[in-house]
């Protein structure tokens, strides 16, 4: 069983940055790759990155060039630093893990983390 634990989310104003934090993020047999996603408010939840057991790192366009994946394999922790911060950033930010093929899709993963808030303000 695989338990995901974000952390990290609070309350910025734009041009900010906050580092996430998601526990519980191993590698077994099933789940090849780590991913973010966000779900705004009236929107789907969408991809933000994800890095895989034997690559490549994805980033959605919106964030590229902001945001940076990363991973603590000892610690079995996902990370995403968040620079640049827009309104348009605000969401709750989830962490999951799968097999990860298509990187970008929801159903491509199969556990769940319960979310962090992203708030960001102009």
């Known amino acids: ?55 490549p790192i994805n980033y959605a366009d919106s964030v590229k060039g902001r945001f940076t994946v990363s991973q603590d394999n000892a610690k079995d922790t996902l990370f995403l630093q968040m620079n640049s911060l827009k309104p348009e950033d605000t969401a709750m930010y989830y962490c999951a893990s799968g097999y990860g093929r298509p990187w970008y899709l929801v159903y491509a993963y199969q556990y769940w983390g319960q979310g962090t808030q992203v708030t960001v303000s102009s």
């Open 1 to 55: 069983q695989v338990t995901l634990v974000e952390s990290g989310g609070d309350s910025v104003q734009a041009g900010g940055s906050l580092n996430l934090s998601c526990t519980g993020a191993s590698y077994t047999g099933a789940t090849r790759c780590m991913a973010w996603f966000r779900q705004g408010p009236g929107k789907e939840r969408e991809a933000v990155a994800t890095i895989c057991r034997e690559g």
